[in-house]
């Protein structure tokens, strides 16, 4: 009698982008489709937050309706927002524009969805950010898991840098949007999710704001990294979802990522069952 099939060790990169970073969770429930799990995940950013999320037990449906409970409701989410306003009045011009406290902000919206530490997870996951001062990457794979978050979340100019071991850590994008690079190793198949996009016009009327000017060189600066590392290693799947004019904070507009990134599922789904069928080394 022949042995059971061997199902391949399946690594997943999630990458930075935002409010674009919802369209993650297509390709997780492609994943729950096929009933198969990643033995690892790396995640950067809110891909970070994804990965947590799924790594610690969730499904790609049920993070999808948290995603949306959550950003469901306008006045919800100012209601929250409001909680993370200064204490002290002083403290809103120390620093100009304010920037919020990111473990603070993942406690008030998401904090009690989410595992407290790495060794409560159910699969394995590294988390990225920057050393701000030491110009390097900084990996979390154990330990408490909400200043790993909030330190790969910490977009400069709208969160406070996270001060943790001696180190003063920013958005793990700034080194490593799209963390592939590490997977192979221990996986046979490497499924990359990259949500980065680029900058769109909105109006070629309107002049480019300040704002757009900032997160759009980011897109620029993390594309061009991403594009750097594809020409040294390829993952076996990649996948993006369409470019379009959301915005990093555009996460009131979830519903529309979503369906906008519906398509990921079915291809993420397709490539992964086409590459199981392929003879391949999984001993």
Known sequence: MPPPPVSPRIGLALGGGGARGLAHIPVLEALDDLG??????SGTSIGAIMGAAYAGGR????????????FADRNSVLSRLWQLRPKRFVDMFRSAPIQFDPERVLEVFIGKFLPDSFEDLEIPLRILATDFYGCEEVDFESGPLLPALAASIAIPAIFRPVRYAGRHLIDGGVVNPLPFDGLRSNCDIVIAVDVVGAPVPRDERDDISMLDSLFGSSQILMQTITRQKLKLEQPDILVRPPNDTIRVLDFMKAERILDKAETLRAVTREQLTNLIKEPMDVT
């Open 36 to 41: 198969l799990k990643p033995v690892q995940i």
């Open 59 to 70: 499904s790609g449906q049920e993070i999808r309706e948290l995603a949306l409970e959550i």
